[in-house]
């Protein structure tokens, strides 16, 4: 029986080990539960299943005659906490908003079907607003490889459960970075698809235009073919490529658009991982990011924070002093902002996308750092805000935009903490990450 330490925690290889009897589900749920006991202190659950009842469920799976069906078999993961699970509460890392819910979010219905087991809720910084892991009443969210770090938000709780092997894969949000900023620290695939790809029904909003529900895995084909199961409308099939390599060409932005924030071993590792894409045959052109950066500005400098109000305003009117003071202020921002604000930057986004659809005209996708850098939970303490707004300088524009976007693992920087870039491309152009994305699995 393999120990926790050897096991693959993988899709494939889990899923045939349990099939095949070489693992059984009470050894791995035993082995799933000491991890979360060792790694407790790191912060990134909420609400963790007791486990005689996934014992309970685990074996109810063990007996059905089609298991060797089940895309999922036995396969352990975790939910955010701001989607619901039936009968579980839904906390937002708020607990004066806490709510049980009678049915589970379309996506845990799917994930469910196809034999998946659900071990728990996980922390995230509050109400889905911040990128940092550090905005929750239920603790910062630890590293998964130095504690002393920012495991990145908003889904902070469920990138750390997936990269320290509690869970083999599990489910984020994504507003404005909030699914590929934790894999960037976590050293995982963090898959953003398209708007609407897979539903947002059972999902307690941030920006309801533009959430997403988003993927942490162990590897590339791990990601995709979870998108397969969970989305709600059709994308090419995770095989279907339309063209080789050497027939892609890829974007980056100019130099003077570059940020790494002095940190140039993140800059030397972005160039060093390029090279995998060259070494593929991809063609290099250079871009202009200010229209990007200013299509991210509008989230936050926008009216679009009062989408975040909306999302809550009764809850917000009544119990705004149960909030965190980060989050507070974020939200009571919204009311510097009018109708006619609204519609202004309507307007200027109009603008920003035909500029940016003629800059990707003849681009297949675009490659970024997945962040300028990494910050210690201290740094953050410190100062919450404009660190913060740092780590979405190449993230805030996708989903305005409704571009897809893939956070690949992408080396470690002396410290021994991981450093990711991030693949993005127009909507419904998944397989194109996914291409390349399988240069960053081996």
Not at 239 to 256: F, G, M, N, V
Not at 259 to 284: D, P, T
Request: aromatic letters at 8%; proline letters at 5%.
């Amino acid at each position: 029986m393999p120990t926790a330490q050897k096991l693959d925690m993988s899709l494939v290889p889990l899923r045939t080990a349990l099939l095949d009897g070489s693992l059984t589900l009470e050894a791995l749920v035993n082995l799933i539960y000491n991890k979360i006991e060792i790694f407790r202190d790191h912060n990134a659950w909420i609400h963790v299943l007791p486990k005689e009842e996934v014992l309970r469920k685990a074996e109810a799976l063990s007996r059905l005659q089609n298991k060797h069906d089940l895309p999922l078999f036995g396969i352990p993961y975790a939910v955010k906490d701001n989607i619901d699970v039936a009968g579980i509460p839904t906390t937002a890392a708020c607990e004066k908003f806490s709510y049980i819910p009678k049915e589970s979010a379309d996506v845990v219905k799917k994930l469910d079907e196809a034999g998946a087991l659900m071990i728990g809720k996980t922390n995230l910084d509050q109400f889905a607003t911040g990128l940092v892991g550090t905005r929750s009443p239920y603790g910062a969210v630890k590293n998964s490889f130095n504690p002393t770090y920012i495991a990145g938000g908003s889904s902070a709780g469920s990138a750390v459960a997936v990269s320290l092997g509690m869970v083999s894969f599990s489910l984020g949000t994504d507003t404005a970075g909030s699914g590929r900023v934790p894999a960037g620290f976590n050293n995982l695939f963090g898959l953003k698809p398209s708007k609407r790809i897979i539903s947002t029904k059972g999902v307690v909003p941030a920006c309801r235009s533009l959430d997403c529900v988003s993927i942490f895995a162990l590897n590339s084909e791990d990601a995709w073919l979870l998108l397969d199961i969970a989305k709600d409308i059709a994308t090419p099939k995770s095989e279907q490529i339309d063209q080789p390599p050497t027939s892609l060409t890829y974007a980056i932005p100019r130099k003077e658009y570059l940020n790494f924030s002095g940190n140039k071993e993140y800059e030397n590792l972005y160039y060093k991982g390029l090279e995998k894409f060259n070494e593929a045959g991809c063609r290099q052109v250079e871009i202009d990011l200010s229209p990007f950066l200013e299509t991210g500005a509008l989230l936050y400098e926008g009216p679009w924070v009062a989408e975040r109000l909306a999302a809550i305003k009764d809850f917000f009117e009544s119990h705004s002093d149960s909030l965190l003071p980060e989050t507070r202020t974020i939200i009571e921002g919204a009311n510097k902002f009018s109708a006619v604000d609204a519609f202004l930057s309507l307007y200027k986004l109009d603008d920003l996308k035909t500029r940016i659809t003629q800059i990707m005209k003849g681009i297949d996708l675009i490659v970024v750092p997945t962040t300028p850098t990494i910050y210690t939970i201290e740094d953050i303490n410190r100062e919450p805000f404009a660190l913060n707004k740092n780590l979405g300088y190449y993230t805030n524009f996708v989903n305005l935009l409704d571009l897809c976007a893939f956070a690949v693992p992408n080396g470690f920087q002396s410290t021994g903490l991981p450093m990711g870039v991030t693949m993005i491309a127009r909507a419904h152009e998944e397989n194109k990450l996914l291409q390349l994305g399988k240069l960053f699995s081996r």
